[in-house]
């Protein structure tokens, strides 16, 4: 007997192909075979220096041996080991459940990055440009370029380059710009670790004369940061230090085996010419008269330019390969109008709000001079809204050389949040062809999709996406266009979960997990950003947004089955529950205004809620029982049982607490909003607090903070706020995303439904019929005829906080739950609409492999397809009234053997499955 059980979709630390330098890298595979219930009872694992030898099942490195079990992920090399810059090439089989062996996986590879600080022969070479850049409100300094010329001896076997930059950096060989990254080496607190990227320059290089380029920029080492120009703090920019440096060195190894080394160091030739300013919040101007021809070519005349200065390392910064995703392009989008405007202005329309940069074609004089400026929408007037980029001048320049057939340019070292560009400067009225969109985002893989028959809700989902798109740069930023863009910890911690629906965000967040562990404060809370640059001096921690640094490491658990966070931040983790504890003083409950060292008091809550405010002391409990839980969930996936029952414990002791302090005899919440005063210091505070909120409900429920009898009730009054609000919601960034979950999980799925079709303000839909194709900051950010508010204080047109809605969306109304960790089990629950929606679909490619689940309502009849990857195991609720009309491909379930029938309970008939595609049908 044969099986034809094969593995695909080989990585290494999350990634295809990787340069690593985690030294037991992870290793992952996916498996598909036809037929049903098929799954792993063992596998192989063969890694060996050369693909010749793996090809022979010569496994020098490592042979696992026939291991038994089900793992397809998460398993660690555990051969000899492994030196820096070893390739290791690898393949898989799999054994199926009748024991027989498939055939071997394709080969994959990764690459083993410099392990040591010693491996780094190259010095951080800088040219300290700081005194050119003394502006009135903005200082600029341009962008140094440095060179080098090489002879190489003989004909290249291998070649490598090795780079990074402490600001951002673009590298050049030969005149060639190697790489398709954007913004490398990517943010990280430079003063702990910095990251480098590995490129393959085989090809690049040659024997004889070479020439290494690279322009170095500001970025986030040296550049302006966040709002702090806006709020006048002490410090606007240099918050890692004041002269951009670059650390590169090109190993070559020849033919004949011979090495050699070119590292950065004195001798490297520095100068600086057309990127005359370049700052990410600020913009970048550019003079391309000043351009070096063909800098980056052998034969270049450098004598003009002089040799570069050497900075001293920091001993304690840690140097390491770069873990994430880099930014790449997206896509180009292009323009879709060009309208003249008065003064000789010209205003393009992308058609899509987005993250990067524009591509500019330009003919005209020597010495014109093309401004662009960026803005997100349109006054009612038609002009252009710059007002919410607040202390961002989003503004880029290029000054023309006057070649005849044309110039074109696209900065490097800025990006800006846009969907219209205003250009002045043009000598004749441009085309459309002026100007081209660059989409930029980290390049985190797709994972998921979502449709349904309703356009309103499929241009939702569109705009969650395009707001994850955007916003996931190197960190998860807020917002990608005004004088902000930082990891907000709050943000990052509402979305995560929905993130993980639309794209694998696995190698995303094992980067930006470090970054947070980094940002750890001393008193052990996680700043309410990361990385962490203090752009306000007062800025701190705050409840609902510290908890990100165990709400993110559990999420990338359950989503991925990765215990290595677990097993890596534990003990930051401990050190945060240790600070609530104290910080609750053995009480297990922060009554009001419990935070007196944060301010608001309390920290920001329920932040851009509409009405009375939840009381940010009643949700920091709810957020301390929340982690607590899964903090008892993480310990014992690492088996640390007694850690485990200890947080259980706490979890227990919080909820007593939580119902003693917070909730009357009949177990509403209340609270005494006398402690906060006027509400001065809350956004919206002076509507009071109440504890009786949509917010505080949705949240108990979700946290599973309460009793079942309570949580019922809780549930119903819930829906009794709702009904007493018109039928709307009223919740800011920390009640959104639990709301419909909320709703769902106490059998009011038809309110769920009802809130996510309204298209009345404050709702989803509202921002969709105001013209919305991104997820606003407010639900109110702009109204089609009555224009904007807020705009000079706080109003993106692009912040994924509320879109966080995208968690009810498959969870809930595709139905797909995780249920062990990564996928191994899962739930499918379909909620079906009443109105409004008859059809839903949606995949999602888990790391064991893609799931698919859609439902379609026709009259009484609802059918339901479903794909479930080998190896895995799905519960799936069928929605009926009557079990007995359940068929399987046109057929009764009863004697499938594929079928395994559990019971019928509320509504659902509930069916254990395997791998494997699924034709329901029911009659509801
Ligand atoms: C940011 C947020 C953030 C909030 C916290 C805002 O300015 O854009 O998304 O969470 O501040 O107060």
């Given amino acids: 007997m044969t099986t034809d059980l094969k593995p695909l979709n080989l990585r290494t630390e999350y990634k295809i192909t990787p340069v690593t330098d985690v030294v037991k890298p992870r290793l992952s595979w996916e498996l598909t075979a036809t037929g049903r219930g098929q799954v792993q009872t063992a596998y192989q694992l063969l890694v060996a220096s050369s693909s010749e030898l793996l090809a022979s099942d010569k496994a020098d490195l490592w042979n696992s041996n026939k291991v038994i079990g089900n793992t397809t992920n998460q398993v660690e090399y555990g051969g000899k080991p492994l030196a820096s810059r070893t390739v290791c090439f690898w393949k898989v089989r799999s054994w199926d459940k009748t024991g027989q062996p498939g055939p071997w996986s394709a080969t994959a590879k990764w690459e083993m990055g410099l392990l040591n600080k010693a491996d780094w022969k190259a010095e951080w070479i800088g040219n300290d440009l700081t005194a050119l850049g003394k502006g009135k409100t903005y200082q600029l300094p341009p962008a140094p370029f440095f060179r080098k010329e090489t002879q190489l ?28 990254d954007y913004f490398t080496p990517g943010w990280t607190d430079y003063n702990k670790r910095v990251y480098y990227q590995t490129y393959d320059v085989t090809s690049d290089v040659k024997a004889g004369k070479n020439a290494l380029g690279a322009v170095i920029a500001d970025g986030w080492y040296a550049g302006y940061l966040g709002y702090a120009l806006l709020v006048g703090n002490p410090v606007v920019r240099n918050f890692y230090g004041n002269v951009p440096l670059l650390k590169a060195q090109l190993e070559v190894e020849y033919t004949s085996g011979e090495k050699e080394t070119i590292a950065s160091d004195q001798t490297w030739k520095t100068n600086h010419g057309p990127i005359v300013e370049a700052d990410l919040l600020n913009g970048e101007t550019y003079n391309a008269n000043l351009e070096f021809d063909n800098w980056s070519k052998a034969g270049y005349d450098d004598s003009k330019w002089k040799n570069s200065a050497i900075y001293p390392d920091k001993p304690e910064r840690k140097i390491e390969a770069y873990p994430g995703n880099t930014i790449q392009v997206f896509q180009e989008l292009k323009a879709k109008t060009v309208t003249p405007k008065a003064g000789g202005r010209y205003l393009f329309d992308l058609g899509q709000n987005f993250a990067g940069l524009v591509r500019l074609n330009v003919k005209g004089n020597k010495g014109d001079t093309i401004t662009l400026k960026f803005g997100e929408v349109l006054f009612p007037n038609g002009e252009i809204m710059t007002e919410n980029l607040r202390k961002a001048r989003a503004t880029d320049t290029y000054i023309l050389k006057g070649k005849k057939e044309g110039e074109t340019w696209t900065p490097k070292f800025t990006y800006h949040g846009f969907q219209y560009v205003e250009v002045s400067g043009f000598r004749t009225a441009p085309g459309l062809e002026a100007i081209t969109g660059i989409v930029l985002s980290s390049a985190t893989p797709s994972a998921g999709s979502f449709e349904t028959d309703n356009k309103l809700i499929n241009k939702l989902y569109e705009n969650i996406v395009w707001t994850q798109r ?67 001096k007062t800025d701190t921690y705050s409840p609902g947004w510290s908890e990100a640094g165990i709400i993110c490491p559990y999420t990338i658990y359950k989503t991925y089955g990765d215990t290595k966070v677990i097993r890596e931040f534990w003990p930051n983790m401990v050190a945060y529950l240790k600070f609530m504890e104290a910080k609750s003083k053995g009480e297990y409950v922060y009554k009001e205004a419990s935070f007196e060292d944060i301010s608001p008091k309390g920290g920001f809550g329920d932040w851009l809620s509409v009405g009375k405010k939840t009381p940010p002391d009643l949700l920091a409990t709810m957020y301390y029982g929340y982690v607590a839980s899964m903090m008892a969930e993480m310990a014992k996936a690492i088996g640390k049982l007694d850690e485990s029952a200890y947080y259980d414990a706490i979890f227990t002791k919080i909820k007593q607490a939580l119902l003693t302090h917070y909730t009357d005899k009949t177990g509403k919440f209340k609270t005494n909003s006398a402690a906060y005063g006027d509400g001065n210091g809350y956004v919206d505070g002076e509507m009071g607090f109440d504890g009786h909120t949509q917010t505080a409900y949705a949240n108990a429920i979700y946290m599973h903070m309460l009793m079942p009898e309570l949580n019922q009730k809780a549930g119903n009054w819930l829906v009794d706020l709702i009904k007493a609000n018109n039928n709307k919601l009223s919740t800011g960034f920390l009640g959104v995303k639990p709301l419909l979950p909320a709703l769902s999980s106490t059998g009011h799925s038809n309110e769920a439904y009802k809130l996510l079709l309204s298209t009345e303000y404050p709702s989803w839909g509202f921002e969709v019929k105001n013209g919305a194709n991104t997820i606003w900051e407010r639900w109110n950010s702009y109204i089609k005829g009555k224009g904007f508010e807020n705009n000079a204080g706080m109003n993106s047109f692009n912040h994924y906080a509320f879109g966080s809605v995208n968690e009810w969306l498959f969870d809930y109304a595709a139905g797909l739950k995780v249920g062990e960790a990564g996928y191994r089990t899962f739930t499918i629950k379909p909620e079906i609409a009443k109105e409004g929606i008859n059809e839903v679909k949606a995949t999602y490619r888990s790391i064991n492999g893609m799931i698919e689940t859609g439902w379609k309502k026709t009259g009484s009849a609802i059918s339901l397809t479903i794909t479930v990857p080998v190896n895995t195991i799905a519960t799936v609720f069928i929605p009926t009234t009557n079990p007995a009309t359940v068929l399987e491909a046109k057929k009764a379930i009863k004697t499938n053997p594929a079928i395994n029938i559990k019971g019928f309970k509320e509504g659902y008939l509930q069916v254990e499955i395997g791998s494997g595609t699924y034709q329901f049908t029911s009659q509801n």
């Fill in 470 to 536: 955007s916003n996931y740069f190197d960190v998860p930023t807020d917002c990608p266009q005004r004088d902000e863009r930082l990891g907000w910890t709050g943000d990052a911690q509402a979305y995560i979960q929905s993130a993980t629906f639309n794209n694998d965000i696995s190698a995303f967040f094992t980067k930006w997990l470090v970054d947070l562990n980094d940002a750890q404060r001393a008193d052990h809370t996680y700043p309410i950003y990361a990385p962490a640059p203090n752009v306000r």
């Fill in 153 to 180: 001896k003989g004909s290249v076997k291998r070649a490598r380059l090795y780079v990074t930059s402490l600001g951002l950096y673009e590298f050049q060989l030969n005149g060639k710009r190697i790489g398709k």
